[in-house]
């Protein structure tokens, strides 16, 4: 062979394997290019967190309601509910800066706007509802006061006339103070400023009442003080409610999809680019494409068992909480069931420990329900229990739990609940279950023997099984008592 063949030859083998070699790299890079899974593990993290964004968000909103309501006891649970925001807001942030998301993005700014906005609107709602607070507490002595020295004055001699005019004035007041806290709304303000108008001018006018100017004054002040800080309430609680968390919440997760769907276009350019690769390769050597071939099966395996294992896992997580909601409710009324009933109670003893409210737990048992059931059968003895949930959750509220413990007997758990509060709800639930006449065209007869059983703070720590047995007994006191009543035991200092 001539020295010219062999240098040809060893250039053909050295470009050959210059080709190869190159050829196998190229192929390795774009393989790698074309794999998404370490985006999508990454992207599913994310969606996580903008859910537990979403959940944070609700249970701030529901805080902010109660405060705006007048039903927060203390500003703690609203404190509480903006730190979880604060925490999910930057954990959510965080992953999408890991993502890719450029830091500058507007739906991250607009993110950490709506969140600021929000945070300073509470706080506003929580001075304002402190100040609100007092002179509400105020205005009702104060306006006593000023009335019980208007009825003295009308009985003296000459001053009746006077007294009786002012007296009215008042009155209008009252009343229109007490409209305008059961009904917040723009016409009872407009009427509780209109009657303060008309007080100042029946005082300019009876020359009289100088000598009570300053209770005049002070009732002024706390009135007006209560229409203006209601206002400046209402608009606060409107803008943290309108502060669009979720709008931002949303705009991230658009930007992160349009993302994933950029990367899994750009993985499937890469799929192109790495078959002409690999074509190429195969005319060089055959061992080239067979690897190559082998590579893209394990790359859609990879990706068809990534797709299998997602959807199998969000089924599972969703069987998974159709079955704890299922195992936590009465399958007949929807009620909560016995396996719950002592854990909710004891999560109210110790809220109502750590707050030193009252606690208050109904044992409900029907009367003639066993009647029902021979006399009409099972199946209307269940449409009774159904329409008996339902009226019993309309006498309480939402935060109570009322529970099925089985057959015709209930429980209902009322938190910052004394005993007059107990026994208002018992009678309305004597009053309503004896009120049932009719299910679908049977007539039916029935009532219902409550056992009530206060815990005060005084009675220290008791645990939630104590209660029920003693509410048990209570309810079989009112049984022999001659049914259709309630019977109350209270547990304080003297009986824990």
């Given at each position: 062979?001539?020295?010219?063949?062999?240098?040809?030859?060893?250039?053909?083998?050295?470009?050959?394997?210059?080709?190869?070699?190159?050829?196998?790299?190229?192929?390795?890079?774009?393989?790698?290019?074309?794999?998404?899974?370490?985006?999508?593990?990454r992207h599913v993290q994310l969606q996580v967190k903008l859910d537990a964004l979403r959940r944070a968000d609700s249970e701030w909103t529901v805080q902010i309601l109660g405060v705006q309501a007048g039903l927060a006891g203390n500003y703690d649970p609203l404190s509480h509910a903006a730190d979880a925001m604060t925490a999910a807001q930057f954990a959510a942030a965080a992953d999408?800066?890991?993502?890719?998301?450029?830091?500058?993005?507007s739906a991250l700014a607009q993110l950490h706007a709506a969140v600021e906005i929000k945070a300073q609107a509470a706080e506003r709602m929580k001075s304002e509802r402190a100040i609100l607070a007092n002179s509400q507490r105020f205005l009702p002595t104060l306006v006593d006061q000023i009335a019980t020295e208007l009825r003295q004055r009308r009985r003296r001699a000459g001053q009746n006339d006077d007294a009786q005019?002012?007296?009215?004035?008042?009155?209008?007041?009252?009343?229109?103070?007490?409209?305008?806290?059961?009904?917040?709304?723009?016409?009872?303000?407009?009427?509780?400023?209109?009657?303060?108008?008309?007080?100042?001018?029946?005082?300019?006018?009876?020359?009289?009442?100088r000598d009570l100017a300053d209770r005049f004054e002070l009732l002024d002040v706390h009135a007006f003080a209560v229409l203006q800080h209601r206002e400046r309430l209402r608009l606060a609680s409107r803008t943290a409610l309108n502060a669009p968390v979720m709008a931002a919440v949303d705009a991230i997760e658009a930007e992160v999809d349009g993302m994933l769907r950029d990367r899994l276009a750009q993985a499937r350019r890469y799929r192109a680019h790495l078959f002409v690769l690999a074509t190429l390769l195969c005319a060089v050597s055959v061992y080239a494409v067979a690897g190559w071939w082998r590579s893209y099966r394990a790359l859609g395996a990879a990706n068809a068992g990534l797709e299998r294992q997602l959807e199998e896992t969000r089924r599972l997580m969703h069987h998974a909480a159709e079955l704890q909601d299922e195992a936590a409710r009465d399958p007949l009324t929807g009620l909560a069931n016995r396996r719950v009933v002592e854990d909710r109670l004891e999560h109210a003893l110790h809220l109502a420990e750590r707050h030193a409210t009252a606690l208050a737990v109904l044992f409900v048992d029907l009367d003639g329900f066993k009647a029902v059931n021979d006399r009409h059968g099972h199946a209307t003895g269940d449409l009774l229990l159904v329409d008996v949930a339902r009226r019993l959750r309309g006498q309480v509220r939402d935060a109570d739990t009322v529970a099925r413990l089985g057959g015709d007997e209930f429980v209902l758990i009322l938190e910052s609940t004394d005993e007059a509060g107990a026994k208002r709800v018992a009678d309305a639930i004597i009053a309503e279950l004896r009120s049932i006449d009719h299910i679908e065209s049977h007539p039916v007869a029935i009532g219902a023997s409550v056992g009530v059983v206060t815990w005060r703070p005084q009675a220290g720590a008791v645990p939630a099984a104590t209660l029920l047995r003693r509410a048990d007994a209570a309810m079989y006191e009112a049984k022999r008592a001659g049914k259709a009543r309630y019977a109350l035991a209270v547990l304080d200092d003297a009986q824990a």
């Amino acid at each position: 062979m001539t020295p010219g063949l062999r240098w040809s030859g060893l250039r053909r083998g050295l470009v050959g394997m210059t080709l190869v070699a190159v050829l196998i790299v190229a192929l390795a890079m774009v393989q790698q290019r074309s794999s998404p899974e370490s985006f999508l593990a990454r992207h599913v993290q994310l969606q996580v967190k903008l859910d537990a964004l979403r959940r944070a968000d609700s249970e701030w909103t529901v805080q902010i309601l109660g405060v705006q309501a007048g039903l927060a006891g203390n500003y703690d649970p609203l404190s509480h509910a903006a730190d979880a925001m604060t925490a999910a807001q930057f954990a959510a942030a965080a992953d999408a800066l890991a993502l890719g998301v450029p830091a500058g993005t507007s739906a991250l700014a607009q993110l950490h706007a709506a969140v600021e906005i929000k945070a300073q609107a509470a706080e506003r709602m929580k001075s304002e509802r402190a100040i609100l607070a007092n002179s509400q507490r105020f205005l009702p002595t104060l306006v006593d006061q000023i009335a019980t020295e208007l009825r003295q004055r009308r009985r003296r001699a000459g001053q009746n006339d006077d007294a009786q005019a002012a007296l009215d004035a008042v009155n209008v007041v009252a009343r229109a103070m007490l409209r305008s806290v059961s009904h917040p709304e723009n016409s009872a303000q407009f009427r509780l400023d209109e009657a303060l108008v008309d007080l100042r001018q029946v005082r300019t006018r009876r020359g009289a009442l100088r000598d009570l100017a300053d209770r005049f004054e002070l009732l002024d002040v706390h009135a007006f003080a209560v229409l203006q800080h209601r206002e400046r309430l209402r608009l606060a609680s409107r803008t943290a409610l309108n502060a669009p968390v979720m709008a931002a919440v949303d705009a991230i997760e658009a930007e992160v999809d349009g993302m994933l769907r950029d990367r899994l276009a750009q993985a499937r350019r890469y799929r192109a680019h790495l078959f002409v690769l690999a074509t190429l390769l195969c005319a060089v050597s055959v061992y080239a494409v067979a690897g190559w071939w082998r590579s893209y099966r394990a790359l859609g395996a990879a990706n068809a068992g990534l797709e299998r294992q997602l959807e199998e896992t969000r089924r599972l997580m969703h069987h998974a909480a159709e079955l704890q909601d299922e195992a936590a409710r009465d399958p007949l009324t929807g009620l909560a069931n016995r396996r719950v009933v002592e854990d909710r109670l004891e999560h109210a003893l110790h809220l109502a420990e750590r707050h030193a409210t009252a606690l208050a737990v109904l044992f409900v048992d029907l009367d003639g329900f066993k009647a029902v059931n021979d006399r009409h059968g099972h199946a209307t003895g269940d449409l009774l229990l159904v329409d008996v949930a339902r009226r019993l959750r309309g006498q309480v509220r939402d935060a109570d739990t009322v529970a099925r413990l089985g057959g015709d007997e209930f429980v209902l758990i009322l938190e910052s609940t004394d005993e007059a509060g107990a026994k208002r709800v018992a009678d309305a639930i004597i009053a309503e279950l004896r009120s049932i006449d009719h299910i679908e065209s049977h007539p039916v007869a029935i009532g219902a023997s409550v056992g009530v059983v206060t815990w005060r703070p005084q009675a220290g720590a008791v645990p939630a099984a104590t209660l029920l047995r003693r509410a048990d007994a209570a309810m079989y006191e009112a049984k022999r008592a001659g049914k259709a009543r309630y019977a109350l035991a209270v547990l304080d200092d003297a009986q824990a």
